[in-house]
């Protein structure tokens, strides 16, 4: 029984890396708010994750959080917690999980959710305040997740 | 280390007198209905740097009163069919002394509450023959501006209970409400994290005693609605109009936070 569901799971693992990235939809948290399984099957790319993490179109990470050991940050926020160390004491999967619905990690946390495309109480058309004029978008891609993983992963 | 960054995040001590001569009260002990959310309640001014803080302290480098000038040149302008201005009726801009602190008001004729906006279109439209003006217009704004500057220095009461209450409910309700893809509430950012910076803004308590405030960035008087769509689109929300029931209502209660904090209208913000 254990051996079939260990090859199965293995050989989702290899084919997903071909198939298409997890819908954010279909996700599938732990308990405790982590994601287990990489949304892309493809190791991120750390630097691009960094990117990402910075830039104020993309994740817009710094508008609250600071890494201090990254002195080339402009302008960081402090409405979250610095996040130098953080791929010490964070699993990939917890980080997986923080970065795709933090509320399934921290009940009630003002961090958005990178990985959601419904629930919402009025979205809006990206930031025009205009109503969406179709089916919204996740913040981030899959593939920016995990290349936003893979950099806090470095982050030791 | 964290520990000074903190400290220069906070709001500061220093004090708003303006022109030397009016003491305003920017701090003081929160109105009894924020029990158990807020202890203080802090003026906009304190979490604004040392150079947008001085221009607020005297009226000739206060460019708001650019806006509130414009204004007293509308209020002594006769428009509309039965040939009147502000003037006719109400005398001198100064009899609008009061009126700034008590708004949004119930109206009882009406059966609604009121903001200054729909008031000032009130006496236009029903008692001058006039048309109205454009809700966030600025020549509303202006005029908004120049009624605020009477009641500068009085403590903002305004009224919650009673008729208006069902309203303050709804706008209490509308503060906690997360909105847009971000689901951030009011309450997110003005009360959970005052004091914290987002990026490279200094978080407020998102207070509206300033208002209207001029604002560097766009170089004019901007009122209350225009502030909270700004803020409801930075969650990446569909927002509320300008003059809808919904900002009335969260102005009434977003007023009321600030009981006991001066006008300070028109202040200066970035």
């Known amino acids: 029984m254990r051996l079939t569901t260990l090859t199965l799971a293995a050989s989702l693992a290899a084919g997903a890396a071909f198939a298409n990235p997890v819908a954010p939809a279909d996700v599938v948290f732990t308990d405790d708010g982590a994601v287990e399984a990489s949304l892309t099957g493809a190791p991120g790319n750390p630097e691009q994750g960094f990117k990402v993490f910075s830039d104020k179109k993309q994740g817009n990470c710094v508008a609250c959080h600071n890494i201090e050991a990254r002195t080339d940050l402009s302008f960081p926020g402090n409405v979250g917690p610095m996040l130098d160390g953080v791929g010490e004491n964070r699993s990939v999967a917890e980080l997986r999980g923080i970065l795709t619905n933090s509320k399934n990690t921290f009940e009630g946390t003002v961090m958005p959710a990178y990985y959601k495309v419904d629930g919402f109480t009025r979205p809006g058309d990206d930031y025009t305040g205009k109503a969406p004029s179709g089916p919204l978008s996740p913040l981030l891609s899959a593939e920016q997740i995990e290349d936003v993983v893979a950099f806090l992963s470095t982050l030791k | 280390l964290a520990l000074p960054t903190l400290s220069l995040a906070d709001a500061d001590d220093d004090k708003l007198v303006i022109n030397g001569e009016l003491e305003m009260v920017t701090k003081t002990a929160a109105p009894a209905h924020l029990d158990g959310a807020l202890s203080e309640v802090i003026s906009g001014w304190h979490f604004r740097d040392d150079d947008t803080q001085k221009m607020q302290m005297d009226d000739f480098d206060n460019a708001g009163m650019l806006g509130v000038e414009a204004a007293a040149e509308m209020w002594n302008a006769?428009?509309?069919?039965?040939?009147?201005?502000?003037?006719?009726?109400?005398?001198?801009?100064?009899?609008?002394?009061?009126?700034?602190?008590?708004?949004?008001?119930?109206?009882?004729?009406?059966?609604?509450?009121?903001?200054?906006?729909?008031?000032?279109?009130?006496?236009?439209?029903?008692?001058?023959?006039?048309?109205?003006?454009?809700?966030?217009?600025?020549?509303?704004?202006?005029?908004?501006?120049?009624?605020?500057?009477?009641?500068?220095?009085?403590?903002?009461?305004?009224?919650?209970?009673?008729?208006?209450?069902?309203?303050?409910?709804?706008?209490?309700?509308?503060?906690?409400?997360?909105?847009?893809?971000?689901?951030?509430?009011?309450?997110?950012?003005?009360?959970?994290?005052?004091?914290?910076?987002?990026?490279?803004?200094?978080?407020?308590?998102?207070?509206?005693?300033?208002?209207?405030?001029?604002?560097?960035?766009?170089?004019?008087?901007?009122?209350?609605?225009?502030?909270?769509k700004g803020c409801v689109r930075d969650t990446r929300a569909e927002t509320y109009k300008e003059g809808s029931p919904e900002f009335i209502a969260l102005e009434l209660y977003v007023a009321s936070r600030g009981n006991g904090l001066s006008v300070e209208g028109p202040s200066i913000r970035n």
């Open chain 2, 78 to 228: 006769v428009d509309g069919s039965e040939g009147k201005s502000c003037a006719s009726c109400h005398g001198e801009a100064e009899s609008m002394k009061g009126v700034r602190a008590v708004y949004p008001k119930w109206n009882e004729a009406a059966g609604e509450v009121r903001t200054l906006e729909m008031q000032i279109n009130d006496c236009r439209t029903t008692r001058m023959g006039a048309e109205e003006l454009k809700y966030a217009g600025d020549e509303m704004t202006n005029m908004v501006g120049l009624i605020s500057l009477q009641s500068r220095g009085m403590p903002v009461n305004v009224a919650i209970d009673g008729p208006a209450q069902a309203t303050w409910e709804q706008g209490k309700e509308l503060y906690y409400t997360r909105t847009g893809q971000l689901d951030l509430s009011c309450a997110s950012c003005h009360e959970q994290n005052y004091g914290n910076m987002i990026r490279a803004d200094h978080l407020s308590q998102g207070q509206i005693n300033g208002f209207p405030a001029y604002r560097l960035k766009n170089a004019k008087l901007n009122g209350v609605h225009n502030r909270f």
